[in-house]
């Protein structure tokens, strides 16, 4: 199972450490705590990205 700390994460996702600590402290991000540190598997990503990412997909509008 793979683990990125958050520093990793950050540096994959093009964001800042701080966002994805608050990621984590609004649970919108799940992280499992090890020691004092947090970690975030592969799985966890997976479903942030699932969770967070727009589709192509047309929307109906009625008028």
Known sequence: MKFY???ELAEL???TG???RNQIK???LAAVKIG???RITQE???EY????TT???ETLVED
């Open 44 to 46: 966890q990503l997976d």
């Open 49 to 52: 990205i699932r969770k967070n």
């Open 36 to 38: 004092s540190e947090y």
């Open 26 to 28: 609004e649970k919108k």
């Open 13 to 15: 996702m093009g964001f």
């Open 5 to 7: 700390k958050i520093e």
């Open 55 to 57: 589709t192509n997909q």
């Open 18 to 20: 701080k966002f994805i």
